[in-house]
């Protein structure tokens, strides 16, 4: 939440994001991202996870909120679509407490 050395903020209204390009229009079924829940540290829980789908990059559509694990554990955030066409998937992850980052270890995308 606090501004990078340019000065410019990396989370926007509480909310930091990560845009996924597959290389080419895939069939996506699920998302699965590796966070963490606990508040410590300067460590802010992730509160929420809402994932979106473009196949041309600027228009998102299709939000789908992820499971997020339990308050203060490691876990997987998971959650899936019927299968829909997407090259981009962006995953946007609210704090969800007092902290000066996130802790998002890994996001995986599934299709074909």
Do not use: C, R
């Amino acid at each position: 939440a606090n501004p990078d050395d340019d000065g410019q903020a990396n989370m926007i209204d509480n909310k930091g994001t990560a845009i996924i390009n597959l290389g080419a229009v895939k069939k996506v079924t699920g998302v699965k991202a590796n966070v963490y829940t606990g508040n410590e540290s300067g460590i802010a829980p992730v509160g929420g996870i809402v994932v979106w789908v473009s196949t041309d990059g600027t228009n998102f559509t299709n939000p789908v909120k992820l499971n997020v694990p339990a308050a203060g554990l490691v876990g997987f955030a998971e959650g899936g679509f019927e299968a829909i066409d997407a090259q981009y998937v962006k995953v946007e992850f609210t704090k969800g407490g007092e902290g000066n980052h996130m802790f998002v270890n890994e996001i995986e995308v599934y299709g074909n």
